[in-house]
């Protein structure tokens, strides 16, 4: 967890569209401007984490890739 993140959300293991559905529940539960990490396993979290940042209004701040494991930075922004 970065020192700006106010919240992380693990995810590994889980398949899709799994990953997505925790992150939109888990987004809700801080507040505009926090931050929430997604720390996922799955290889299509690559591509949906992103597209759903977007299409819900956050901000995707930062991917990271280490091995086969992804965290995403996802600013709450509503």
Avoid at 4 to 20: A, E, F, Q, R, Y
């Amino acid at each position: 967890m970065t020192s700006s993140t106010t919240k992380s959300l693990d995810v590994t293991g889980l398949l899709c569209p799994i990953p997505v559905l925790k992150a939109k529940k888990a987004i809700v539960e801080i507040s505009p401007g926090e931050v929430l990490e997604v720390l996922a396993t799955d290889p299509a979290a690559e591509s949906d984490i992103p597209a759903w940042a977007q299409r819900a209004g956050h901000k995707l701040l930062e991917t990271r890739r280490e091995g086969n494991l992804f965290r995403f930075y996802v600013q709450r922004m509503k």
